[in-house]
């Protein structure tokens, strides 16, 4: 593999390993919220174990959001200073605003929720999660918007060598965010649904304590799947329109993208088909033991179909970098070599590969040992007695 | 706006260096610390507030100064260096409690924190074009500054001592060096003043929110018990 392919390579790998743990933080955020809710108005332990327990895994898999974040804020620096050095001007300012005012402020409040418990004033910690999902989504907002920028360059003009920023606005208001941004989001509640579904469902189905709590949250999750496999279809047949308007033979001579978007396609339907069974049998699943099983068998469905997704989307841009102005190839950091691009891909790629698996023991190990074991929140350890 | 622009990107940089300065020093204190839970302990809720200042730094480069970018290739393994260690710093404190022993993630934190030093001394010195023997010095001199800061901050924190305020602007001097010394270039590559205008009207409102937010941190966990979730 030459220079070129390793860094594409590296990009993918990285970023595909950032959006699986990001899918879930945008679909878990605003559960973790409403429970943390319920658990302020009524106080009751149920509500409170159960803020715990999916807090504990939301924030487990936070870690790797944040870790596999941060190589991929810088990544664009490394290997591809091509890209800012012809459109920085323009690509630069959502990037720079979604750190800025989203990403900095989700990392703060997420610590001021994480340590917050027993120590902040009840309604102010509840206000930190609640902050920590809207600043969720801003990040997810600008991101998009970056994104969108390459997939469609609204808001730019040439300016000799180089693309400047000629309308701000166009690039809020690019038709290749409008949908996408929506979909995103909604992808992310189907995930965050599915997730919740089948970790209840595994402790149903064990007969572990803590019936009553997985009884609820099981039908939270049917009803977010139901709610976002809606939406992520609607959204994703929306995004034809937009699409074809702006990179009209994208999916045309592109076998890996059409094959990215056939398949994200196809497992859409199939869980909008569970989603939809389930919602109306939501009364009931708490009970039937057999559904239990099945349920948790198809957990990697919405993830495997959120990658490709971003397949279809990514190698659908291919030979560009930016759409019909820049090619990847020539985004490339000039006179970057084989040793330097070896060197990182090693490190990131081997490094955050280790780290993701290790994260998922970690989310499977909290799920198993269930809601009255959670570390996230627990009562401080009595302070130590003096000795003399 | 250009230089208001450069006050940004400064001050979250010196910013990064006080604060996460003494997470870091705290981090290559663990092989000598004996309880190493207490120190972690009283860190912990800084951090995600701390280490977020870097990643300011790299969306203010590339907003308001997307030419200065190229440093971060002209510095390439300096660079892998500092995000590997980071990464393997922050996973020693979201798994020392919950996978493989404590005792393989604190070496890793301590040895990953040492790693983001080495890493700034690189970085810093290939701005001014020093050797790497140089920069590892340098980085030698920001570890013992962080290390000294750390324990002021333990100290400060578990045991009510004085207040790390000037081991802060210790550990801040080896990032003002190189600001001072490229601030005339960094300014001169600044983006057209029309994309500093946008950035200015966007961040501004929330400037009151982020301020607000780290001085909440400090409120909330700088006194009192100390928690126990890294
Ligand atoms: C029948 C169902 C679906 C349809 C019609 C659909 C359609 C689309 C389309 C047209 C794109 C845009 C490609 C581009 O911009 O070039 C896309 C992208 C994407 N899809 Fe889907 N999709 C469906 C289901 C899903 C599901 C179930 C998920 C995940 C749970 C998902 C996740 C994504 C993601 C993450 C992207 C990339 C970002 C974006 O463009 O929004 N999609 N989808």
Redesign the pocket.
């Known amino acids: 593999m030459d220079v070129l392919d390793l860094a594409r390579l590296q990009f993918a790998v990285t970023g595909s390993l950032h959006f699986l743990f990001v899918v879930l933080t945008l679909g878990l955020a605003p559960l973790v919220a409403i429970m943390h809710t319920r658990y302020a108005r009524t106080g009751s332990t149920l509500d409170e174990r159960a803020t715990r327990f999916w807090g504990q895994i939301y924030v487990t898999n936070y870690a790797l959001g944040i870790v596999t974040g941060i190589v991929m804020e810088f990544q664009f620096g490394l290997s591809w200073s091509g890209l800012t050095h012809y459109a920085g001007d323009v690509f630069g300012a959502p990037l720079a605003l979604e750190t800025l005012i989203a990403f900095f402020l989700e990392s703060t409040f997420l610590g001021l929720w994480i340590f917050g418990w027993h120590r902040l004033p009840t309604w102010l910690h509840l206000a930190t999660i609640w902050l920590v999902t809207i600043t969720a989504y801003a990040s997810a907002f600008w991101i998009m918007v970056a994104n969108s920028f390459l997939?469609h360059p609204a808001g730019s003009v040439r300016d000799g060598e180089v693309l400047r920023l000629d309308d701000f606005g166009a690039l809020l208001t690019n038709p290749?965010l409008s949908m996408?941004l929506p979909?995103?989001l909604s992808?992310g509640l189907?995930?965050g649904g599915f997730v919740v579904m089948s970790a209840s469902a595994y402790h149903l189905f064990r007969r572990t304590p803590d019936q009553e709590l997985f009884s609820r949250s099981l039908r939270m999750g049917i009803w977010t799947s139901f709610a976002g496999?809606m939406m992520?279809?609607g959204f994703?047949?929306a995004?034809?329109g937009p699409?074809t308007s702006v990179?009209p033979d994208?999916f045309a001579d592109r076998p890996l993208a059409a094959f990215g978007?056939g398949m994200?396609?196809l497992?859409?339907?199939l869980?909008q088909l569970i989603a939809l069974a389930l919602v109306i049998v939501v009364k009931w699943a708490p009970r039937w033991r057999f559904l239990h099983p099945l349920i948790v068998l198809v957990t990697p469905l919405?993830f495997i179909?959120?990658i490709l997704?971003?397949i279809?989307?990514e190698e659908?841009r291919q030979p560009w970098m930016i759409w019909e102005r820049l090619k990847v190839a020539d985004a490339i950091t000039p006179g970057l070599t084989g040793g330097q691009i070896t060197l990182s891909f090693v490190g990131f790629v081997g490094v955050l590969t280790l780290l993701a698996v290790a994260d998922y023991v970690l989310i499977v190990r909290v799920v198993r040992r269930g809601a009255h074991e959670v570390a996230l929140g627990e009562n401080p350890a009595p302070a130590p007695a003096l000795t003399f | 706006m250009d230089i208001l622009w450069f006050g940004v990107l400064a001050l979250l940089l010196i910013g990064y260096f006080v604060l996460e300065g003494f997470d870091l020093g705290v981090g290559l204190l663990l092989p000598v610390t004996a309880d190493r839970d207490r120190a972690i302990g009283a860190i912990g809720p800084f951090v995600l507030a701390n280490e977020v200042w870097l990643i300011a730094v790299a969306g203010v480069l590339f907003g308001a100064f997307p030419a200065c970018e190229n440093v971060l290739s002209a510095n390439y393994e300096a660079v892998v260096l500092l995000l590997v260690s980071w990464v393997v710093r922050d996973a020693g404190l979201w798994f020392r409690r919950r996978l493989f022993t404590r005792a393989f993630w604190e070496w890793a934190i301590a040895l990953a924190s040492l790693g983001v030093c080495l890493a700034w001394g690189l970085l810093l010195a290939g701005l001014g074009g020093f050797s790497v023997p140089f920069g590892l010095l340098y980085g030698l001199l920001i570890a013992a500054l962080f290390v000294l800061h750390g324990r002021r901050f333990l100290d400060w924190r578990l045991t009510g001592g004085g207040s790390p305020l000037v081991t802060g602007a210790l550990a801040a001097v080896p990032a003002l060096v190189p600001l001072v010394g490229t601030a005339g270039a960094v300014v001169a590559n600044a983006a057209p003043s029309a994309n500093l205008t946008v950035l200015t009207f966007m961040v501004l409102p929330f400037v009151p929110v982020l301020a607000g937010a780290q001085i909440w941190v400090w409120r909330a966990f700088g006194k009192g018990p100390v928690p126990a979730y890294f």
């Open positions: 997939q290749s996408a979909h995103v992808a189907t995930v496999t992520v279809v994703g047949f995004q034809f699409v990179q994208k978007l994200m396609i497992i859409g339907h869980l919405p179909a959120a997704g971003w279809a989307r659908g």
